[in-house]
């Protein structure tokens, strides 16, 4: 059983090998989707959880607003070439977004 901190730990790695261009660094597509099934259920909390692609957003969801306001810290992790992963430990959302 894998524990929050150990699935952070491999998204770090994974991001440093798409960044060093370390190929067996990385997580392969299926794992990498499989790392965030096991993040939403380690991480899920009521109102909150996988909220899908930014870029498919018609508005912001109101559980970002509240974040940004509380100021909250979110980690962020490359997940491929133009994929990021940004997860709220205190809210406990999780959502990706392509920046391409
Ligand atoms: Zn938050």
Known sequence: MKTLNDLLELF?????GILNGNQSACLTPKEVDEAIGILLRECMKEDAGYLGWANSWSEEPLIINKCKEFGHKTIEYKIGNCQYLVYCENCGYIYKYDSS
Request: aromatic share 0%.
């Open 12 to 16: 770090k790695i994974h991001q440093l």
